[in-house]
């Protein structure tokens, strides 16, 4: 079958698993002869590598990014009465852990050239009860960190950086995961760092928060059966460690594959009706996504399905307007540059192993199909 008929998959992990294999199953076996499934030295190793690449003086595995998330909360003692600000332009776990913790998503808007949470809105949404702020690093682009980091400072708050769409992404010259109180990265198999089923880690480099953490990932426990407060079942496993550590060896490889591809998308959409994605300034975009805007995307949607091209719409309806937060009081316009992005944006396929020339039938299909 030629390229040009052949079918583009939304990703494909099965050339990464191919290259991967021989490794992958070695390292099983040497596992299994520990006989240590469970918090084990591939567990150890990989979090010390991953904080040392990260530029975190720790890093506390957990069993995903959703737990990554709440252990964070927890950690820093935010619960009932709490305010958290952040960004309804996102998967729901990021608010979902604040309802789970027992405090109170409350929903600033987005900046309109890149989805990241806007400070402008921040400032606004900030009382008495706001103890953090969450910034999500959508799609791979990175918050704008610095001035988030001194809303914070003024205020006393925390800031939980949500980075599990964003591993390797990096502002003036640091990692995502580094420029907040915390960071929480997800190993879900289709981040850019993912393992082959769930997985997620903490980013600190406050001790006591490390401590507090090791302590509620693992049912509460100080020690063997010895219990402090109520807490999770939430461990990554030695075999995930194992494959991530791997790897982790070629991460920095993997994201400029990503940006290369990213890169020949934007080439072929200047001039167009598309509006690429933007770059952060002093940083780096992961691209755990490719994400344009672009006008009557429904029908340009509808195309590209018609042409055997997937696409992804993230996301349809802002996490404020969603019947689980009814009851906070928002409405259509209160948000308005979120609700607009709902209308516009649209997610194409972008991975290391991906074909430029599926790229480039991909931007052919959308330019053709705006007219």
């Avoid at 918090?39 to 720790?58: C, I």
């Avoid at 913790?101 to 989805?115: E, M, N, R």
């Avoid at 990692?175 to 880690?201: E, N």
């Avoid at 994605?277 to 490719?290: D, I, K, R, T, V």
Wanted: hydrophobic share 40%.
């Amino acid at each position: 079958m030629s390229v040009v008929n052949e079918p583009i998959p939304f990703l494909d992990l099965s050339g990464e698993y191919n290259e991967l294999e021989a490794e992958w199953f070695a390292a099983i076996k040497e596992t299994g002869k520990t006989g240590r499934y469970i918090l084990g030295p591939n567990v150890q190793a990989f979090e010390e590598e991953l904080a040392e690449h990260v530029g975190s003086a720790y890093a506390v595995s957990c069993a995903n990014g959703t737990d990554a998330l709440m252990l964070s909360l927890r950690a820093l003692g935010i619960g009932p009465g709490d305010e958290v600000i952040t960004t309804p332009y996102t998967f729901y776990a990021t608010a979902e852990v604040i309802s789970l913790v027992g405090a109170t998503p409350v929903f600033a808007d987005i900046l309109p050239d890149c989805f990241t949470i806007d400070p402008a809105s921040v400032k606004e949404k900030i009382t008495n009860k706001t103890k953090a702020i969450m910034p999500v690093h959508i799609f791979g682009h990175p918050a704008r960190m610095d001035e988030l980091n001194a809303i914070a400072s003024k205020h006393g708050l925390a800031v939980v950086e949500d980075a599990a769409q964003s591993y390797g992404a990096d502002l003036n010259g640091k990692r995502v995961g580094s420029l907040g109180t915390t960071g929480g990265f997800s190993f879900y198999p289709t981040k850019v760092l993912g393992c082959y089923g769930d997985g997620g880690i903490i980013t600190t480099s406050d001790a006591a928060i490390v401590e507090s953490l090791k302590k509620l990932r693992n049912h509460g426990a100080s020690a063997p059966f010895m219990h402090d407060e109520v807490g999770y079942n939430s461990r990554l496993d030695e075999v995930q460690a194992a494959l991530l550590r791997i790897k982790l060896r070629k991460l920095d490889d993997d994201v400029a594959k990503r940006r290369a591809v990213a890169a020949r998308y934007t080439e072929l959409f200047a001039g167009s009706a598309v509006t690429a994605p933007s770059l952060p300034e002093n940083g780096g975009h992961a691209f755990n996504l490719y994400t344009v805007r672009m006008p009557d995307r429904d029908r340009v949607r509808g195309v590209l399905n018609d042409n055997g091209i997937p696409s992804s719409h993230c996301y349809p309806l802002g996490l404020h307007l969603q019947e689980v937060y009814q009851d906070l009081g928002y409405k259509v316009g209160d948000l308005p540059v979120c609700d607009k992005a709902s209308t516009e944006a649209l997610s194409l396929p972008v991975y290391p192993a991906m074909k430029m020339e599926h790229a480039e039938r991909i931007a052919k299909t959308i330019i053709d199909a705006i007219g």
